[in-house]
């Protein structure tokens, strides 16, 4: 008489090639499950339109096309990324990881890597690159690289901006000259000089498209009093000659550490988030949108910001939050007495109760078409946030209800 094991192993058989033909569950996805998760404002719905591993800043370009800056030496191309997306291809190598930073203009892709800023020439609509990309400048000269290996870049105009954090939590002398600043440039990386210095990590670069203005989210350090000190947005370009935001012997609303230290000089804020919440991208949504997704007015001038969220205990969760604002100035002014005043949830449920994560948002960028796009370099994926309805079609409900 045949054993149960006999008779089990034809249905053990049958049950492999059953896995092998449909595909046996994969991470991505639970990366599809986990996405399903997040927590967005009513009108709103999220896709997860491309697997990055160690996705950070992304750059949208003219024709839709999104372009991922990493935690490796690779940028990414998700090509027709406002219509249906193509899977992701490398674009272009740098020999210097983490090439996180990104940005295009004026006939050229911009890369911020570890110890400089390269470009190459680009049109709309390139996929592989014309050249190899050239290094336009050197930071972080004295090498060893320590903490904060990332460089944010951005263009407003016909300047370059690029971000570059300290090598350490607290320390004074710095490396050397470029840490904890905002360096300054012409589009071809010549005549580099500060805009900002005692910045400790200026992450989240981002211009304001209606005044130019450069805005700076900024991750301060820890080890100060539980709480502090909360992590700033500010226009850079409201003060002027060299912006010094005081770290690391000043914080907040001129806070000195330790007692007695002279912050006179340091800059105040415009904006706050709680402490430990590290700003990694910043976008301005435009506030005359044409794009079949346009967001409502409520939305239409503020400010989106990606919050990677604390990397010690007790965790405080990951988010994208949204400031309103009027120009270059937040609706709400700075309370030092609540971090939490300012902004509103807009993107959530990254981190469960029990403080284990399903991702982390990173970059952030406005698409042609009114688009969000998303980063997240924990679920290594990029998300596109639309309206439920297009704004054809919400033109269309209140044509129909107002013709009742």
């Not at 498209?209 to 700033?232: N, R």
């Amino acid at each position: 008489m045949p054993t149960a094991r006999v008779l089990l192993r034809p249905l053990l058989i049958v049950a492999l090639l059953l896995l092998t033909l449909l595909g046996a569950p994969s991470r991505s996805v639970g990366k599809a499950q986990a996405a399903a998760t997040l927590n967005l404002p009513p009108g709103f719905t999220l896709e997860t339109i491309a697997h990055v591993a160690g996705a950070r800043e992304l750059a949208v370009a003219a024709n839709g096309d999104v372009y991922v800056g990493t935690g490796g030496d690779t940028v990414y191309v998700v090509p027709d990324a406002q219509a249906a997306p193509g899977k992701p291809r490398p674009f272009v190598r740098v020999d210097d990881r983490p090439a996180a930073g990104v940005a295009i203009a004026g006939g050229w892709l911009y890369v911020g890597a570890q110890f400089g800023v390269y470009r190459l020439p680009f049109s709309s609509g390139d996929r592989t690159p014309r050249e190899l990309p050239r290094k336009i400048a050197s930071v972080r000269p004295q090498g060893g690289s320590g903490a904060h290996k990332t460089t944010t870049v951005t263009i407003g105009g016909t300047t370059l901006y690029a971000g570059i954090g300290s090598s350490c939590n607290n320390c004074q002398p710095e490396r050397d000259a470029t840490r904890a600043t905002i360096q300054q440039m012409q589009l071809d990386g010549s005549v580099m000089t500060p805009r900002a210095q005692h910045i400790r990590n200026p992450i989240a670069l981002t211009i304001d498209p209606q005044t130019g203005a450069l805005w700076a989210g900024v991750a301060g350090q820890d080890e100060l009093a539980p709480g502090h000190p909360y992590e700033i947005i500010d226009d850079v370009s409201a003060h002027p000659g060299v912006a010094d935001y005081g770290w690391p012997h000043c914080y907040e609303n001129r806070q000195p550490v330790p007692p007695g230290s002279d912050c006179s000089n340091a800059v105040l804020p415009r904006a706050v988030v709680p402490a430990y919440e590290t700003p990694i991208g910043a976008a301005f949504y435009p506030l005359n949108p044409t794009g079949p997704y346009a967001f409502g007015p409520d939305y239409r001038g503020g400010l989106f910001v990606t919050l990677h969220g604390s990397w010690h205990l007790p965790r405080v969760p990951p988010q994208v939050v949204f400031f309103p604002m009027h120009g270059d100035e937040p609706q709400t002014p700075v309370d030092w007495s609540d971090p939490a005043a300012q902004w509103r949830e807009f993107l959530s449920g990254f981190q469960q109760p029990d403080g284990t994560r399903i991702g982390r948002p990173t970059g952030v960028a406005v698409g042609t078409d009114g688009s969000l796009f998303v980063a997240d370099d924990a679920a290594g994926a990029v998300y596109r946030i639309r309206p439920a309805r297009s704004v054809a079609q919400r033109f269309a409900a209140t044509t129909r209800s107002s013709a009742r």
